[in-house]
């Protein structure tokens, strides 16, 4: 199994462009979630799903939009990039209340929004 | 709303010695609680879970932690620090919102002095 592999692992917008974050997984987990890991401030939830389909708001969802059409992917959409979006970009996903809901999370991506 | 309180954004301690990195929670249900290591440039990996069965729980690389319920305390220890500890350590919990949401500490940078 490859876990939760994200795309790309840099990248540089300036303000105003929109962009797409990639993440897949091969673990046929149920839950995914992005997150945003700011200096000093820990990881923050972006956006939530419980399953294709289903999506939700985290703490931080301003400004990005995510879609579920199958359990694998979860994309994450920069709509109209800003400077405070400057951040790294985890997606992380799980499978059930067995697992005590254990989170695998990807390597990240780095982005820079100039 | 569920909160995570780690005490102490860096923590140096010698090789060989005890490491502590404390976690105080706050959860109007009873949590899943988490500690997760990030080592530089990469994601995070779960080091130990607490998800109510044995207040002691051992996890990888000879780290464990205890629940506190009176204390509302999560704190991870190893007995004796080995360099390959230096990393990031971040305490999470889950619980108000959903099991599977979790809320994320600022985060704990340990440094190992030879």
Sequence with gaps: ?114 | AQSVTQLGSHVSVSEGALVLLRCNYSSSVPPYLFWYVQYPNQGLQLLLKYTSAATLVKGINGFEAEFKKSETSFHLTKPSAHMSDAAEYFCAVSGDQGAQKLVFGQGTRLTINP
């Design chain 1, 1 to 114: 199994n490859a876990g939760v592999t994200q795309t790309p692992k840099f990248q540089v917008l300036k303000t105003g462009q929109s962009m797409t974050l990639q993440c897949a997984q091969d673990m046929n987990h149920e839950y995914m979630s992005w997150y945003r890991q700011d200096p000093g401030m820990g990881l923050r939830l972006i956006h939530y799903s419980v399953g294709a389909g289903i999506t939700d708001q985290g703490e931080v969802p301003n400004g990005y939009n995510v879609s579920r059409s199958t359990t694998e992917d979860f994309p994450l959409r920069l709509l109209s990039a800003a400077p405070s979006q400057t951040s790294v970009y985890f997606c992380a996903s799980s499978y059930s209340w067995t697992s005590g809901y254990e989170q695998y999370f990807g390597p990240g991506t780095r982005l820079t929004v100039t």
